[in-house]
């Protein structure tokens, strides 16, 4: 991929990330809306609720569907790829200790 190919690609992502789709929502909030759920899950832990904690955890991974599909990536794929990544680490990744 040439250098101006990278920067293209690279703007238009980024674009797609502040332009409304088709329904008038931003990528921005939608992302939003995961971290909602995400601590609407923690919430659920505070009052050891597991079942709003399961309910929680549904609603965050249908919300990443949703971007996922969106953006056209392909989970599966790039899951496996990160899982690679992961693998080659060190049990210190930065300044935390992964347990």
């Known amino acids: 991929m ?7 690609r690279k703007k238009r992502f980024y674009n797609s990330l502040l332009i409304e789709n088709e ?3 931003k990528m921005l909030g939608k992302l939003m809306l995961v971290v909602a759920e995400v601590a ?11 079942i709003n904690f399961r309910e ?14 969106t953006m056209d990536i392909d989970i599966e794929k790039d ?18 200790i992964l347990l």
Not at 81 to 89: A, F, H, S, V, Y
């Open 2 to 8: 040439s250098i101006s190919n990278g920067m293209e």
């Open 23 to 25: 329904n008038g929502e």
């Open 40 to 50: 609407e899950a923690a919430e659920a832990v505070r009052h050891n609720d597991l």
């Open 56 to 69: 929680e955890i549904a609603d965050t991974f249908i919300r990443l569907s949703d971007i996922c599909g």
């Open 79 to 96: 899951i496996e790829n990160k899982m690679i990544i992961n693998e080659g680490r060190a049990l210190r990744h930065g300044t935390k």
